[in-house]
T-cell receptor, first 117, second 111 residues
């Protein structure tokens, strides 16, 4: 079974530029998550999709971050414009079930390391 | 109330020793407590998980101990090996809620 795929793996941009990350979840997984992991901290949820609908985006800085999951499969996360404090690893994860069910196990991709200079 | 506290921040253990990492929570609605292992350049991977209806769960060299009254849970790694060197995250989740992660513990097992 193929795992969660993410690209690019690394990205360096200057502040005020824009950047986009792509995620392809495990086939058949209805739920997709984007996390931000700042160096030395645990992952923090940014947004959760159930199929192509947003379930939770309460911690997404909506003035600069946006995400979509077209057709309920692949997803993109965009930052525009980037700030220095956005430097982090952006992790995508997927799971079979929704947060309201008991299919809790989530599988993480390798992440995209973003450096904003 | 949504926080999960984790200690120690870093841990150095000799090969063959026991590694112990502790976590504490406040939200009594949490009902699922996983531990994740993360190697450099990789995403976190589920290691072992427990629900509060049991006090201990063991899988190979890894054991979770759970104390519901104290709202604490811990990961024990027996016979620690250099290949166990990684960052470990505890997490918690309630029904209908999303995961909350601890800040992580960097484990180094010396050969």
């Amino acid at each position: 079974e193929a795992g969660v795929a993410q690209s690019p793996r690394y990205k360096i941009i200057e502040k005020r530029q824009s950047v986009a990350f792509w995620c392809n979840p495990i086939s058949g997984h209805a739920t997709l998550y984007w996390y931000q992991q700042i160096l030395g901290q645990g992952p923090k949820l940014l947004i959760q999709f159930q199929n192509n609908g947003v379930v939770d985006d309460s911690q997404l800085p909506k003035d600069r971050f946006s995400a979509e999951r077209l057709k309920g499969v692949d997803s993109t996360l965009k930052i525009q414009p980037a700030k220095l404090e956005d430097s982090a690893v952006y992790l995508c994860a997927s799971s079979l079930g929704a947060s309201g069910g008991y299919s809790y196990e989530q599988y993480f991709g390798p992440g995209t390391r973003l450096t904003v200079t | 109330q949504q926080q999960v506290k984790q200690s120690p921040q870093s841990l150095i253990v000799q090969k063959g020793g026991i590694s112990i990492i502790n976590c504490a929570y406040e939200n009594t609605a949490f009902d699922y407590f996983p531990w994740y292992q993360q190697f450099p350049g990789k995403g976190p991977a589920l290691l072992i998980a427990i629900r509060p209806d049991v006090s201990e769960k063991k899988e190979g060299r890894f054991t979770i101990s759970f104390n519901k009254s104290a709202k604490q849970f811990s990961l024990h790694i027996m016979d620690s090996q250099p290949g166990d060197s990684a960052t470990y995250f505890c997490a918690a989740r309630g029904y209908g809620q999303n995961f909350v992660f601890g800040p992580g513990t960097r484990l180094s097992v010396l050969p």
